[in-house]
């Protein structure tokens, strides 16, 4: 089965910018959850997607949001890119009933100038 | 206090040692326990996953659960330079919460 898939894997952006970041989880799973990882603050939850619904939300600006399409498919965006926005940027998928495991992706490496 | 607390390290053995990680925890709502491995650059990997108190075992490393003491540990046995890498604890009730990761390096 294959595992899940992030694109980009790099990405370089200026401040102001937008960015837009796919995952594609394993297959059957139907739950996506998203990360922030940085050196200083470790791996931050940003929200998570079931059923094209967001299901759980964590703490960060409303310039970060998302959205997960009918095949489970998830996307990721950032508007008005800052500096601290630099980061690895990771994808989980789960079968989504609530509380198994969760796979990850490669992740994509954000950094912005 | 923290959900969870993890030694973030350096932790630094010579290659053979057994290594012991550890993480404790105050949710009691948490029901599943789980290891992931990140190796510099890439996804975390998940390594070990289980739900009871007691011990599980897979290959060289073993699993350790205490629901009385909140406290859960992870044990390489034969560390190789292969398991540098970082080890991040996670518990899930409703989400899944994350250590900040133990930095581990076996020297060779």
């Known amino acids: 089965k294959a595992g899940v898939t992030q694109t980009p894997r790099y990405l370089i952006k200026t401040r102001g910018q937008q960015v837009t970041l796919s995952c594609s989880p394993i297959?059957?799973?139907?739950?996506v959850s998203w990360y922030q990882q940085t050196p200083g603050q470790g791996l931050q939850f940003l929200f998570e997607?079931?059923?094209?619904?967001?299901?759980n939300k964590g703490n960060f600006p409303g310039r970060f949001s998302g959205r997960q399409f009918s095949n489970s498919r998830s996307e990721m965006n950032v508007s008005t890119l800052e500096l601290g926005d630099s980061a690895l940027y990771l994808c989980?998928?789960?079968?989504?009933?609530?509380?198994?495991?969760?796979?990850f992706g490669p992740g994509t490496r954000l950094l912005v100038l | 206090q923290k959900e969870v607390e993890q030694d973030p390290g350096p932790l630094s053995v010579p290659e053979g040692a057994i290594v012991s990680l550890n993480c404790t925890y105050s949710?009691?709502?948490?029901?599943?326990f789980m290891w992931y491995r990140q190796y510099s650059r890439k996804g975390p990997e998940l390594l070990m996953y289980?739900?009871?108190?007691g011990n599980k075992e897979d290959g060289r490393f073993t699993a350790q659960v205490d629901k009385s003491s909140k406290y859960i540990s992870l044990f390489i046995r034969d560390s190789q330079p292969s398991d540098s890498a970082t080890y991040l604890c996670?518990?899930?009730?409703?989400?899944?919460?994350f250590g900040s990761g133990t930095r581990l390096s076996i020297r060779p």
């Open positions: 997607y079931f059923s094209e619904t967001q299901r």
């Open positions: 289980t739900y009871s108190s």
């Open positions: 989980a998928s789960s079968l989504g009933k609530g509380e198994e495991t969760q796979y």
């Open positions: 996670a518990f899930s009730a409703s989400k899944i919460i």
């Open positions: 297959s059957g799973h139907r739950s």
């Open positions: 949710n009691s709502a948490f029901q599943y």
